[in-house]
C-alpha cells in the first residue's frame, strides 16, 4: 500500500512538473482556490530571448544580434522551427505591432512582411523642432487600421492639425527645460473648411511635460497615453477622445497600462501612495466610466489581454522575482501559473486563447532571456468574453477622423518624396 502511494506521489509531481528542465528547479503550481480545476496544463521552454507576439500559430521572438542590432525570428511552437523575419539596429523607442490579418508588422519606420520576410522604409515624421519640444517616448509614428491599411498616428501631428493646437517648448525661471501645449485656433483654413464643426475654445489641455507609450484606437477615436505631470513628475493615464476633442484623465501615477482587443476597456498599473512599494491593476470601462481593482501585488511588470477580451494574465510578485498569473476580467477565477521563473514583464496570449508565452529577465539561475510557453484548458474560452463592439455609435462617428488621418498619410508620404 505504501509502495503504491508513494508511486501516485511521484508520477503526480512529474505531472505538476511536465515540460520543466530539471536543471531549472522550476516548479509550476495551481493558485489558492483554484487547485480542483486549473486551467494549467503545461509548461515548456522554446527558446532564448524576448516575446513580441503571436502570428496565429506562430510565435514572434526578439533576440539580441550583438550590442547594437537585434533580429526578429518567427517560430512554429509545435516543432519549434526558425525562420528569420527581420534584423534591425535596437531601438528602445521602437515596439513590434500587428496588423489585424498577421500579415504586417510595424517596428519604427520599418513596415515588415511577416509571410515573405519583406522590408519597406516608411516615410520620416518630424512634427515639431526645437530641443525643447514635446517629448515623445514609445510611440509609434505609424499604426494600422482594418486589416492592414498603415496611417500616421503621431499624436503631435493629431494635436497641431486637427485640434489646433500647438506643441512647443519654454525655459522656465529655474533653467529647466519644460514644454507645454497650447492651443491656438485655426491653423490650417482648409482644414477648418472641410469641418465646420471643430470648435477648441473649451478644450482643456492637461499640464505634461511628455507623452509616453501612446497607442491610438482608430475604430473607436481614441488615443490613450501616459502623460508626465509637470506638477508632480509622474506619468498619469490620459485619453484623448478625437470624437468630443477632450482630454480625460482616467488615473493618476500609472506606470503601465494595455487596451483590450474590444477596446471597451483597460487594464492599467497603478503605484499604490498608501502602502510603500505596492503596485495596483485595475480595469477602466468606457461603457460606464467605472474603475476596477483587480490584484495588488509589491511589483507588476507587465499586463496582456485574451483576444476576446474575458481574460487577462499579468507578472507579479516581489520585484525580479515575479511569476505569471491569469484571471478573468472582472478579478475572478485567478489562478498562479509559475513559481519562482522571475518574469520579466514581457507576455503574449494567443488568439486561440489556449496558450501564454512569457520572457523570464536572465537572473543568476537563469543566465539570459529565455521564452517559456503555457497551455491553458481554455477550450471554453469564447464563451467567456466580450466578443462583439459594444460601441458602434462611436465606429460611425470616425469616419471623418479616418478620412483626416488618410489624408495627412498622404502629405507625409508626398512631402517625402518631393525631399528625396
Partial sequence: MKIKLLSFVVSFLLFITAGCSSDNKVTVIKGAGTSNNSLLVGLSEICPGDVEGFTGERLIVRTAKNSREIEFYSIDIKTKEK???????YDDSSKLCFSKDFKYALYGKNLISLEESG?????SINPQKGKNSLA???TPDYSFYGEHEVLVSNPIIYLNRYLGSKVYGLMSHAGKSRSRIMKIGDIRQRDMKKQEDLKFENINIPKISSIEDAVIDFDRGRYLFLGRSVDEGKKDLYVLDLINKEFVLIDKDVSLFALSPTGSSIAYVKNSRDRVSAQKLLTYN???SEKKELDEQVDIAGVSWSANGGWIAFSGGKTNRNDIFIMKSDGTNKEQLTQGMNSEGSIAWAQSGNKLVFTTNGSEEYKDSRVYLISLNMTS?????DIINQEPE???ATSGIISFFREVTQDVIKGSAEKT
Avoid at 525562420?83 to 539596429?89: E, N, R, T, Y
Avoid at 522590408?119 to 516615410?123: D, E, I, N, P
Fill in 119 to 123: 522590408v519597406s522604409m516608411l516615410a
Fill in 286 to 288: 468606457f461603457l460606464d
Fill in 394 to 396: 462611436r465606429q460611425t
Fill in 83 to 89: 525562420k528569420l523575419v527581420f534584423a534591425s539596429i
Fill in 136 to 138: 515623445i517616448s514609445r
Fill in 381 to 385: 474560452i469564447k464563451e467567456t468574453g
